[in-house]
């Protein structure tokens, strides 16, 4: 069993009927959790990799009556490395 999250940023907050809807997805083999963050319009969803892919989570979510705007990594952005190196010898002095 391979773990894995995707983030998504939605437009509009759910109606009622959606996060009844919300609450169905969970019951789909490989659905692990949903976590929704009003304050950040954001949906963390934890699945099953050997069951489900990013598309078809994407495509449960749109089912449920939400819109999705996009993804959001999970991974934070990495400095360049000139931007690094620059850093490196002025946090020295």
């Known amino acids: 069993?391979?773990?894995?999250e995707v983030l998504y940023r939605y437009e509009h907050h759910p109606d009622e009927a959606?996060?009844?809807?919300l609450?169905?997805?969970?019951?789909?083999?490989?659905?692990?959790?949903i976590r929704v963050d009003e304050a950040a319009k954001t949906i963390?969803?934890?699945y099953d990799a050997t069951r489900?892919?990013?598309?078809?989570?994407?495509?449960l979510l749109r089912r449920t009556g939400i819109s999705i705007v996009e993804e959001i990594s999970l991974i934070p952005p990495q400095p360049a490395p000139e931007e690094?190196?620059?850093a490196a010898p002025a946090a020295q002095k």
């Open 18 to 21: 959606a996060m009844f809807s």
């Open 1 to 4: 069993m391979t773990q894995l």
């Open 23 to 33: 609450g169905n997805a969970r019951e789909v083999y490989g659905i692990r959790r």
């Open 84 to 86: 690094a190196a620059a």
């Open 52 to 59: 489900l892919t990013k598309p078809i989570v994407l495509q």
């Open 44 to 46: 963390r969803v934890e």
